[in-house]
């Protein structure tokens, strides 16, 4: 099975812009989950999408959103951008099929490197 | 709220040294737990999990047992390679929820 793909995976964006990554998931899995890595915060989790729904949210300024669609390809979107927005975005899927969903593994991409310059 | 911590880095050791890597966990719930590995330039490998309590997960000589009397989850490799020079990442979810909590990553280093 093909891993999980990003695109793209560098961009370089201006201070007020806006910027959409995508994230293609490993073939039938529903779950996607995207993650903001940065050296001084660390690996935070933003949001996880399942069924074309919103289903956790971490502690991110209404700035950044996301989506899934019926394929379970997911889009996720800053706007405004800010230099403090520069990393390293991780996308993650899984199958979805639990109950118990903290029990089911991730599997990173490789992720989308950002700088706001 | 949840929360991981892990030993400060870098760990740097021979090749064919033993490996210890400390992890402790904060969680509400009955968390799973996991060990990942970031090689330079790449994203996330899933090294091994374990999801309840005396739970031992390995992978490529890496092993860590889930305990819950210490909440810890420490990670262990009996002779490292030059090839597990990485940062490693201590990382809880959960009950229900796919939303990972990592611990700040520790780089090792491994020299010939």
């Known amino acids: 099975k093909a891993g999980v793909t990003q695109t793209p995976r560098y961009l370089i964006k201006t201070r007020g812009q806006q910027v959409t990554l995508s994230c293609s998931p490993i073939?039938?899995?529903?779950?996607v989950s995207w993650y903001q890595q940065t050296p001084g915060q660390g690996l935070q989790f933003l949001f996880e999408?399942?069924?074309?729904?919103?289903?956790n949210k971490g502690n991110f300024p209404g700035r950044f959103s996301g989506r899934q669609f019926s394929n379970s390809r997911s889009e996720m979107n800053v706007s405004t951008l800010e230099l403090g927005d520069s990393a390293l975005y991780l996308c993650?899927?899984?199958?979805?099929?639990?109950?118990?969903?903290?029990?089911?593994?991730?599997?990173f991409g490789p992720g989308t490197r950002l700088l706001v310059l | 709220g949840d929360s991981v911590t892990q030993m400060e880095g870098p760990v740097t050791l021979s090749e064919e040294a033993f490996l210890t890597i400390n992890c402790t966990y904060t969680?509400?719930?009955?968390?799973?737990l996991f060990w990942y590995v970031q090689y330079p330039g790449e994203g996330l490998q899933l090294l091994l999990k374990?999801?309840?309590?005396?739970d031992k997960g390995s992978n490529k000589g890496f092993e860590a047992t889930y305990r819950k009397e210490t909440t810890s989850f420490h990670l262990e490799k009996g002779s490292v390679q030059v090839s597990d020079s990485a940062v490693y990442f201590c990382?809880?979810?959960?009950?229900?929820?796919?939303?990972?909590?990592f611990g700040s990553g520790t780089r090792l280093q491994v020299q010939p």
């Open positions: 993650a899927s899984s199958p979805g099929r639990g109950l118990t969903g903290g029990q089911e593994t991730q599997y």
């Open positions: 999408y399942f069924s074309e729904t919103q289903r």
């Open positions: 990382a809880l979810s959960d009950t229900g929820r796919r939303a990972l909590t």
């Open positions: 969680a509400t719930g009955y968390p799973s």
């Open positions: 374990a999801t309840k309590a005396d």
């Open positions: 073939s039938g899995h529903r779950s």
